[in-house]
């Protein structure tokens, strides 16, 4: 699959293909990181290629490739190679998998694995991941029922319509979380609220909004309007994470009550979830105490429904500087924390992480920068911010709990990092687990020696 860049509209397409080109993007970028949860091959940021829509050709380097052609790509060196190669899949085997029973023989730090699909965790679980440190809810919502409904959730007018159409994703939320914690039966799943801004759901497109229209029975107008009401200067500062949440309570209501409701389900079969909720962009202390509340609330209710009772943890996503500052106010009301280094990296520096490609092979050229700080965790600027939240949460509550779910959880030099600075474990995509396990051991190793 080739395209200028992705978004979450194109993830039936990346299902779909064997590897992913983009000519925008870097490491962090919705290609890279969705392409390493489904475990494919990725290259984004290849400015040089040439993508024409409407002729569905892409140029590279004065070749024209029409749809149908072969290409090949290397995700570990970004190149790209004209025609097929053939490959073979990644398994955990003989002396590979010797090497991995070692490691947790000597490894403090538990490995977790980022994972949107019940697919994905039994692929990390059987890379040796202990749990999940990262669900993203937003991407199970692109199935063709499912985006119906969720764009009708966005486009309605008030809180009415928008508990309509929740009421018609409550049974597909509940249905993907009942996979995916059956899946990790009897190990933490750590499940985000809904965090991308309102405005990657709806319809760009005319097609796309007629049939919104006709499945609300309203006018194209009347739809086209909403949708541009939605557009944002800055989406990635603006209205996205718990501010979601906050204006729209239906919507923590809604998820919560398909988490707790599967976890209850799963629970009644004799099987043993253990379900964690996050609370995403919290840089306020009133914000998780407002989404708690919900939360809390939401879990009476369903409990005393399936009248049975699930034990579960309400967490956040440290990932703004502001966050990291007053972590010690956060952690009187958070169980447990997770460091969001996408974005907190994005936060820390000023630089887009989708856009950064356009000036970092200068910056590494001139020596400003030594490696793209969206691959390799900045330990000097980010990683005080991490350590320095840390030590102030656990002094408020002791026995807080700390992981990192960002892409660096899968960087040998960053999950060592976080074993130094007393985490409990580091989260990455399914593929990482196993580097992630051997920088674990070789963190313990090294801080014995």
Known sequence: MVRIETSPEDLAGMSAAEGILTARGGMTSHAAVVARGMGKCCVSGAGAIQVDYKAKTVKIEGVTYKEGDYISLNGTTGQVYAGEIP????????????????CDKYTKLQVRTN????????????????????????????????ILAMREMILAKDSEGREKALAKLLPYQKADFKGILDA??????????????????????LKGQEQMAKEM????????????????NNPMLGHRGCRL??????????????????????????????????????GILYELKQQKEIIQRVAKEVFEEYGVEVEFEIGTMIEIPRAALTADRIATEA?????????????????????????????????????DPFQVLDQKGVGQLIKMAVEKGRAVRPGLRTGICGEHGGEPSS???????????ASCSPFRVPIARLAAAQAAVEDEA
């Open 87 to 102: 490959t073979k899949a990644a398994e955990l085997s003989g002396d590979f998998k010797a090497l991995m029973d070692l």
């Open 217 to 232: 029975g309203v006018s194209v107008e009347e739809i086209q309007a909403r949708v541009a009401s939605l557009a944002e």
């Open 184 to 205: 990790m039966d009897g190990l933490p799943v750590n499940i985000r609220l809904l965090d991308p801004p309102l405005h990657e759901f709806v319809p760009h497109d």
């Open 415 to 425: 999950v060592k990092f976080c074993a130094r600075v007393g985490m409990n474990y």
């Open 335 to 371: 169980q447990y924390f997770s460091f969001g280094t996408n974005d907190l990296t994005q936060m820390t520096f000023g630089y887009s992480r989708d856009d950064i490609a356009s000036f970092l092979p200068a910056y590494l050229e001139k020596k400003i920068l030594k490696v």
């Open 245 to 282: 949440g906050i204006t729209f309570p239906e919507i923590t209501a809604m998820q919560t009550r398909a988490i707790l409701g599967a976890a209850c389900e799963l629970k009644k079969e004799g099987k043993n979830p253990m379900p964690e909720i996050m609370v995403p962009l919290i």
């Open 115 to 146: 994972a949107d699909t019940p697919h994905d965790a039994r692929v990390a679980r059987a890379f040796g991941a202990k749990g999940i440190g990262l669900t993203r809810t937003e991407h199970m919502f692109f199935e063709d029922k499912k």
